[in-house]
């Protein structure tokens, strides 16, 4: 029998069910939606939810970029390894959340908010690329004192690695700040990723309150481009915003920054905190024909690098850690 964990991860963001359909261009643009792209909801996209599941024979499924990640992180790890923590409403869709969770082992403590339904997120996928518009709902409504009442609070304290998904930080940011603060005072490990690029453009703030924290910020090429822009970076090379994050200011000293940027099927990029250069790793090449939905990839490769991260594993272990669940997730529909 496998040794169990003691949920030494602990990860923080919005529970969300994904409706998922193929779409087109003209789909995309009757809401007004890039091919490949995440956004917040606004009114104009609310009909989006049931044309998906009436005219686009949309799948329902378990998601939220953090949400996806632990499961994804606890595919790898003992059982009793991972937690999720987020805030649903209390309906039926909560109840899919909950079982797709538990079939999983992932342990989820979520917030029960009686007055929002579940949040939602369409998925338009048009090829190999899917446009993500959520309505937060419920998951908008988490609240610290959930995170530090005492049965809570006692989780994070047990746990080892928190991660914070970037979206949640236009949630609750004093929850992200107590996991970032904690995670200093005792030496453990604070994670965050950047999640989509409007989170730098138009979150800069809260982001950067997280930064001086962070031992490691995982993001992709073009949230990369967006943290540059956002921060006054006269450039769009990736090695360098990598170079620039990593080498900012850190509370925690004991410990370098590491900043992984996946750039699809291009090297995976890597800088360390006061380190010259950076380090460039292959992807885990999958054929054309194995692809089946690109949903989720980087959720996914954020669970293999954490997985990695929690036993131990160097960078370089980490992130083939990541590129391999990666490989397996695209080869499925949506973020399993």
Same mark, same amino acid.
């Given at each position: ?162 991660? +914070?998904? /970037? ?5 609750? =940011?004093?929850?992200?700040?107590? @996991? &970032?603060?904690?995670?200093?005072? !005792? ?122 991260? +929690?036993? /131990? ?5 980490? =992130?083939?850690?990541?590129?391999? @669940? &990666?490989?397996?997730?695209?080869? !499925?529909?949506?973020?399993?």
């Amino acid at each position: 029998m496998a040794p169990e964990g003691k949920y030494e991860l602990l990860c923080l963001e919005n529970p969300l069910l994904d409706i998922q359909g193929q779409g087109d261009e003209a789909m995309l643009e009757k809401y007004g939606l890039k091919a490949n792209d995440a956004i917040l909801a606004e009114d104009k996209h609310m009909g989006l939810y049931e044309d998906l599941l009436s005219n686009r024979k949309a799948v329902q499924l378990a998601g939220g970029a953090a949400q996806n990640t632990a499961r994804g992180a606890q595919y790898i790890l003992p059982p009793s390894s991972v937690l999720f923590i987020g805030c649903v409403g209390k309906d039926k869709y909560a109840d899919t959340l909950r079982e797709a969770c538990d079939a999983a082992g992932l342990r989820t403590e979520y917030l029960i908010d009686p007055t929002q339904p579940t949040g939602r997120c369409g998925v338009i996928i048009t090829g190999h690329d899917r446009s993500l518009c959520t309505h937060l709902a419920a998951a908008n409504e988490y609240k610290l004192s959930h995170l530090t009442s005492p049965p809570i609070w006692s989780l994070v304290k047990a746990a080892k690695v928190f991660y +914070v998904g /970037g979206f949640h930080l236009t949630v609750c =940011v004093p929850a992200a700040m107590a @996991l &970032a603060e904690e995670a200093s005072k !005792e030496g453990k490990i604070f994670a965050l990723n950047l999640s989509a690029p409007f989170i730098p453009q138009f979150f800069k703030e809260q982001v950067e309150a997280c930064v001086p924290y962070c031992d490691y910020v995982i993001g992709n090429e073009t949230e990369a481009g967006a943290y540059a822009e956002a921060d006054g970076l006269k450039t769009k090379d990736v090695k360098e915003i990598a170079r620039h994050i990593a080498d900012k200011t850190k509370t925690n000293e004991g410990r370098k920054r590491v900043v992984v940027i996946t750039q699809g099927t291009e090297e995976t990029v890597v800088a360390v905190q006061g380190e010259k250069g950076v380090e460039e790793f292959k992807v885990h090449n999958v054929p054309k024909e194995e692809i089946c939905d690109t949903t989720g990839a980087g959720d996914a490769f954020a669970g293999g690098f954490l997985a990695g991260v +929690v036993e /131990g594993k160097s960078t370089k272990e980490s =992130v083939h850690m990541g590129q391999w @669940l &990666a490989s397996l997730s695209i080869r !499925e529909l949506g973020p399993q």
